[in-house]
């Protein structure tokens, strides 16, 4: 049962151009969302995240949206650079449980 | 500030061997988690420990898995009997607090076991 789910696996995008990263989630107990960014061989890193209190978060390129009734969010950068380049995952938490439930990724390539 | 520490970073056992994994959280973090990721897959929870407790072993499997955070030194995974099947990255992150802020787990750089 995959209560968070990216749909595409991978994401090709002109450099300049913005990319658009989406997610689902099933569980309606997650108050707070999550995108980190992981390049092979390394750890996720932390990029930016959202409560459910809230509609839109914005920090630099990043902007992250989150539609509680449609249960879907998305990572929007702007515009979109070559190191860039990275697995994306969304993560969701909440419902008095401290874990993190990730999606299985987006791979995002931008091409110069 | 050191991030997060995990080691070793590579990891070969036969199969029936124990596997320990070791992580060092951030400084001034009490809170750790493990979280493993199988090939072509996300992160799934494996445990949430504060120091000398576990708090939510709920992604454990059942057998041959531990876990611990004691007073002193890093946090354990440890492995018992491996089997080809726990072939996977194990990352561990950290959090200086509990509470409803996710972006609050830093992770560390993987341990990538491989069971031969």
């Known amino acids: 049962d995959q209560q968070v789910k990216q749909n595409s696996p991978s994401l090709s995008v002109q450099e300049g151009r913005i990319s658009i990263l989406n997610c689902d989630y099933t569980?309606?107990?997650?108050?707070?969302f999550l995108w980190y960014k992981k390049y092979p061989a390394e750890g996720p890193t932390f990029l930016i995240s959202?409560?459910?209190?809230?509609d839109k978060n914005e920090d630099g390129r990043f902007t992250v949206f989150l539609n509680k009734s449609a249960k879907h969010l998305s990572l929007h950068i702007v515009p979109s650079q070559p190191g860039d380049s990275a697995v994306y995952f969304c993560?969701?938490?909440?419902?008095?449980?401290?874990?993190?439930?990730f999606g299985k990724g987006t791979k995002l390539t931008v091409n110069p | 500030n050191a991030g997060v520490m995990q080691n070793p970073r590579h990891l070969v056992r036969r199969r029936g061997q124990e596997a320990r994994l070791r992580c060092s959280p951030m400084?001034?973090?009490?809170?750790v988690y493990w979280y493993r990721q199988l090939p072509e897959e996300g992160l799934k929870f494996m445990v949430y420990?504060?120091?000398?407790?576990?708090?939510?072993e709920s992604g454990m499997p059942k057998e041959r898995f531990s876990a611990e955070f004691p007073k002193e030194g890093p946090s354990i995974l440890r492995i018992q009997q491996v089997v080809r099947g726990d072939s996977a990255a194990y990352f561990c992150?950290?959090?200086?607090?509990?509470?409803?802020?996710?972006?609050?787990?830093?992770f560390g750089p993987g341990t990538r076991l491989t069971v031969l």
């Open positions: 992150a950290s959090s200086p607090t509990s509470g409803p802020r996710g972006d609050t787990q830093y």
């Open positions: 569980n309606s107990m997650f108050d707070y």
């Open positions: 959202i409560s459910s209190i809230k």
């Open positions: 993560a969701a938490g909440g419902g008095g449980s401290e874990k993190l439930v």
């Open positions: 400084k001034g973090h009490s809170h």
């Open positions: 420990l504060q120091k000398e407790n576990i708090i939510d």
